[in-house]
């Protein structure tokens, strides 16, 4: 396969670049941490393979400017720039329209003066303005994967723990309509990245060790420690998964 670098982006290129953009800003606006360079890079691998990493910047940055022109938010970290041809930017506009994403009225129509200095400016500002928000969200097309589970791991995980958290040794913080104090379970070693569905690879947490797991800036060293704190659990090695 040859690969043909060329100037002009495909559409095909062009909607991989705004479908990450998306996913990426919606992690943003729930508080979900996500890693630009990671991202970047999956692009690489994927449909934007003939693209270099500054150019893929770039690229976000013009569906920044675009996002600022519909009065929409933007993410954070990708500050807009315009370089971009008004065809590109028209189609950015078209591909965003057709995922749902307008104009908002009243919104935006200063945006293209606005200088890189200013954008920053106005980005703090925006932190502390009410957010628009969205009247009627729409909702998108990503292919969602859905682990088959045990319910008897789960239950056995629940019973073992008997209501008390393996995270921090307190009791669950309500009564579920089980009756029991209120546990989740989670995969030590995540699911997407291959970890089992055993008890060893399963804790019974409250919800605050839960979201401590996923959330924390301490989640790493959070999740060794329930390897230690909790006998049960061991750790998955990724290398011993086989296709
Ligand atoms: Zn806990
Ligand atoms: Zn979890």
């Known amino acids: 396969m040859t690969k043909k670098i060329s100037a002009r982006w495909t559409d095909v290129e062009l909607e991989a670049a705004v479908d990450a953009y998306l996913s990426m800003r919606e992690m943003e606006n729930n508080g979900r941490p996500f890693k630009k360079t990671e991202m970047g890079l999956k692009l690489r691998e994927g449909a934007l393979s003939a693209r270099s990493k500054s150019a893929i910047e770039l ?9 600022v022109e519909l009065g929409q938010n933007r993410i954070k970290g990708y500050v807009p720039a315009k370089n971009v041809g008004a065809n590109v930017s028209k189609k950015i506009q078209e591909m965003l329209n057709d995922k749902g994403i307008f104009k908002v009225p009243g919104e935006g129509a200063t945006a293209s003066n606005t200088s890189i200095g200013q954008e920053l400016e106005a980005s703090t500002a925006d932190n502390l303005a009410a957010p628009l928000g969205i009247k009627h969200p729409k909702h998108s097309n990503s292919t969602v994967i ?9 239950e056995w995980v629940l019973m073992h723990a008997n209501g008390t958290c393996e995270g921090c040794g307190k009791v669950g913080p309500f009564l579920g309509v089980d009756g029991r104090p209120f546990l989740e ?12 569905d055993r008890i060893e690879n399963v804790a019974a947490l409250c919800p605050n060790c839960h979201r401590r797991c996923h959330l924390a800036a301490d989640k790493k060293a959070f999740t060794e420690s329930l390897y230690v704190r909790v006998k049960r659990l ?3 090695c ?5 296709d």
């Open 185 to 196: 379970v989670h995969h030590v070693h995540p699911l997407a990245m291959a970890g089992s």
């Open 59 to 67: 690229r976000m940055q013009n569906i920044s400017s675009v996002l």
């Open 146 to 154: 859905t682990f088959f589970r045990d319910d008897k791991v789960r």
């Open 238 to 242: 990724l290398d011993l998964v086989v």
């Open 234 to 236: 061991k750790e998955e």
